[in-house]
T-cell receptor, first 109, second 113 residues
């Protein structure tokens, strides 16, 4: 089956800096790659996604890039704010979906 | 309001006592899924359903059952719960597989003693 690895497990940045979280996947059949943000005690919420026929997608301060050849995709958050502090999960799959183990992002004011 | 509703939010039960966690969505989504979340392991898929009467195993299906008799409901059944099924469970739905991402329910924290 699919194996999704996510790095780093924790990330601490200063407010205003950029944050990058990276994921790799193993199954070339995976064609959909969403990213979720989970605040403490809350449900995961979709923040951005990308399909396998697209290399990059942006939504304001958030962007995702996908390299199908290398089987890796990354989340980029620019101009980080304290409210960006949360756990971020990547996922990959087709019908079955596999999540990374999460990155705890701490944005220091 | 478009949502996925799970019940109960919290449940403490004893080993071997059958239980059902309900999940209902009001968005006419075709795809529904159950996940369990454990510290350090992320979210692991238990079962998923691509439409009514169509269900399939996820990554960790052992000890769980599901059914999809109606499009809006996707209950998770633990016929004989064991302590290793203590976890935070999320139901999720999406319009179709691979499109639009999941809408998650609010979660069910299950403790099996």
């Amino acid at each position: 089956g699919e194996n999704v690895e996510q790095h780093p497990s924790t990330l601490s940045v200063q407010e205003g800096d950029s944050a990058v979280i990276k994921c790799t996947y193993s199954d070339s059949a995976s064609n959909y790659f969403p990213w979720y943000k989970q605040e403490l005690g809350k449900r995961p919420q979709l923040i951005i996604d990308i399909r396998s026929n697209v290399g990059e997608k942006k939504d304001q301060r958030i962007a995702v890039t996908l390299n199908k050849t290398a089987k890796h995709f990354s989340l980029h958050i620019t101009e980080t704010q304290p409210e960006d502090s949360a756990v971020y999960f990547c996922a990959a799959g087709f019908n079955k979906f596999y999540f990374g183990s999460g990155t705890k992002l701490n944005v220091k004011p | 309001e478009a949502q996925v509703t799970q019940n109960p939010r919290y449940l403490i039960t004893v080993t071997g006592k059958k239980l059902t966690v309900t999940c209902s969505q009001n968005m006419n989504h075709e795809y529904m899924s159950w996940y369990r979340q454990d510290p350090g392991l992320g979210l692991r898929q238990i079962y998923y359903s691509m439409n009514v009467e169509v269900t399939d195993k996820g990554d960790v299906p052992e000890g769980y059952k599901v059914s999809r008799k109606e499009k809006r409901n996707f209950p998770l059944i633990l016929e004989s719960p064991s302590p290793n099924q203590t976890s935070l469970y999320f139901c999720a739905s999406s319009l179709v597989t691979g499109q639009g991402g999941y809408t998650f329910g609010s979660g069910t924290r299950l403790t099996v003693v």
